[in-house]
């Protein structure tokens, strides 16, 4: 879906896709402004004719426009990756500080598309934690996430979902569950890569705690731990009659596209998230039938398949989360059998918990559960058992 323009009464693009005030349109030509947002980098890689865009050139206009309006930046929950960029990052509660070194490139996924990933790395990483966002997002929207952990020495790495960010696809499609597990598992290949030797920590939020989860289930070895944040288990508070829909096109027309009533207030209390989710232009708000058809399916098959669980899990949930009830992130945990799991539920959290305003209590917590499950801790309890 393209973007519609600047609209010169209300100063908006009326796309509500866009998202971007028209203090950048005074200054960009309309054309090129058609051309940086709403259809995905592959479907506007390369003009009739064969000649490249700043897309298919590696001149990424959408990132240019971003940095421009100012809306480009390691706050409020963005994440800025520019190419081998060198920062300053201070660990939580004023401690050192760390240069931190930024990536991002393309991967190939299944089928060889080639999906968009970012890295945050520290000079010396003791773990890395790959991050797998939910609908509708993309992987920059864990600022705070890599705010908090590449100060206490992880390697963060986090991709676009296929349908999502920078990543080509249909908005909010994708033909086969099969096709996220294969990415991730591709993804993951390329972490272990690029750290040898390193600790893997696996955390997914909402759809990408049910992809990180099912994930788990089928590939089980090499991963330190699993953290799963709401993940998409319990009733999903979407109307009935979308669900009879996409059940009804999950065949005839998987690729049928509704607007998901998603508001950011719905997944934060904070009201400078909220604002950064409005004038983010890389989320959206699309789900086909398809997709919803394929995460009822996997969350399902999770479900049934959860005493057959043999990573350390953690879940955490907000108890007032109006998207995904909480209380199948409690029936999961009652069903795994494997000693090491664990379900911290905040009261009065939101769907979001990074995001949240108590978000730096989830994050202790988060960071604590991590640090009891690196091998010098695990060998140290151990020991301690021994004698």
Same mark, same amino acid.
């Given at each position: ?7 010169? @009464? ?30 995905? /980098? ?15 050139? &590696?001149?990424? #206009? ?8 100012? =809306? ?14 060198? @920062?300053?990052? @201070? ?23 080639? !999906? ?8 010396? /990483? ?9 609908? $509708?997002?993309?992987? &920059? ?10 100060? #206490? ?7 676009? #979902? ?24 591709? *993804?993951?290949? @390329?972490?272990?890569?690029? +750290? /040898?030797?390193?600790?893997? *920590? ?24 699993? =953290? ?8 999903? $508070? !979407? ?9 009804? !096109? ?52 999770? +479900? ?8 350390? #899990? ?8 109006? !998207? ?14 494997? /000693? ?13 918990? *990074?995001?949240?305003?108590?978000? +730096? ?27």
């Amino acid at each position: 879906m393209r973007c519609c323009g600047i609209s010169k @009464r209300s100063g908006r693009c009326c796309s509500r896709h866009c998202g971007i005030w028209s203090r950048t349109a005074n200054w960009i030509p309309r054309r090129r402004w058609r051309r940086s947002r709403c259809d995905s /980098p592959a479907d506007s890689a390369r003009r009739p004719g064969g000649e490249a865009t700043p897309a298919a050139s &590696g001149r990424s #206009l959408e990132r240019w426009v971003r940095r421009r309006a100012g =809306i480009d930046g390691l706050h409020e929950g963005r994440a800025r990756c520019d190419r081998a960029t060198v @920062r300053r990052a @201070r660990a939580p509660g004023g401690g050192r500080t760390v240069n931190v070194v930024a990536d991002e490139g393309t991967f190939p996924g299944r089928g060889g598309l080639p !999906l968009h990933y970012r890295s945050w790395r520290p000079p010396r /990483p003791r773990a890395a934690l790959v991050i797998v966002h939910g609908l $509708a997002e993309h992987s &920059g929207r864990y600022g705070n996430v890599v705010n908090y952990f590449v100060p #206490l020495g992880y390697a963060l790495y986090a991709f676009d #979902l296929r349908g999502h960010g920078r990543s080509p696809g249909p908005r909010g499609y994708v033909d086969s569950w099969r096709d996220y597990r294969e990415d991730l598992a591709a *993804f993951l290949a @390329r972490v272990t890569d690029r +750290e /040898p030797g390193l600790p893997r *920590f696996l955390l997914g939020h909402s759809m990408g705690g049910v992809i990180a989860l099912d994930y788990a289930l089928v590939h089980p070895d090499g991963l330190r731990g699993v =953290i799963a944040s709401a993940p998409a288990l319990g009733r999903i $508070a !979407l109307p009935r009659a979308l669900w009879v829909l996409a059940y009804a !096109l999950n065949r005839l027309r998987p690729r049928f596209s509704v607007r998901l009533p998603l508001r950011p207030g719905d997944v934060t209390r904070d009201v400078r998230m909220m604002r950064s989710i409005e004038a983010d232009p890389l989320t959206h708000d699309r789900g086909t039938a398809r997709l919803a058809v394929e995460l009822r399916h996997a969350a399902q098959r999770v +479900e049934a398949h959860a005493r057959e669980w043999r990573v350390p #899990l953690l879940i955490v949930h907000g108890g007032a989360d109006r !998207l995904v009830s909480p209380e199948g992130s409690r029936r999961f945990t009652r069903r795994v059998l494997f /000693p090491d799991r664990e379900l911290l539920e905040y009261p009065g959290g939101y769907h979001e918990l *990074f995001n949240d305003t108590i978000r +730096e209590r989830v994050l202790g917590d988060v960071a604590r559960w991590m640090e009891r499950h690196l091998p010098a801790a695990s060998a140290a309890r151990r020991a301690e058992v021994d004698a």
